[in-house]
Structures are given as C-alpha cells and as structure tokens.
C-alpha cells in the first residue's frame, strides 16, 4: 500500500471538502394537481406530463386495489 509523502494540512483538506456540500434539488409545481415535482419529468402522484396523462397515478392505483378486492369477493361468493 502506498503511503502519503507528506502530511496533509487542515487548510488543504477544508479547502477539498469546500466542494462537497449537497445542492438543494429544484423542484417546480405540476400544472395539473399543484403538488411540488422534478422538472423536466412526470408528476409522481397524478402520473401527468405537459397536461397529460401518462403513467397510472397514485389515486388510480387506490381504486384498482379496492375494485380487485371486491372482484375477489364477489368470486368467492359465485364458487
Ligand atoms: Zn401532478
């Protein structure tokens, strides 16, 4: 293993580590349901870009699991 020539000091290692403070992310509202998104990329909760609808939205995936569950049950009920 390699080992340093010299001792590094306080200033040179602050002055490296004045780069490594994390950036806030940028968000911007979505035009559809108001709620803060990503620029640039589809609105996670209503599923929409650019007015749109593209991806299933959270709401929908709600209704879907309560309508599979009631499908289940009205099964059972036939069998
Ligand atoms: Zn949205």
Do not use: W
């Amino acid at each position: 293993m390699s080992v340093p020539k010299k001792k590094r000091t306080r200033g040179s290692k602050k002055r490296r580590a004045s780069h490594f403070a994390l950036k806030k992310t940028k968000t911007v509202l979505c035009s559809k349901c108001k709620r803060a998104k990503l620029p640039h990329q589809v609105c996670t909760f209503c599923g929409s870009y650019k007015g749109k609808d593209v991806i299933k939205s959270k709401l929908d995936k709600k209704e879907e699991k309560k309508l599979s569950k009631k499908n289940l049950k009205s099964k059972e009920k036939q069998a």
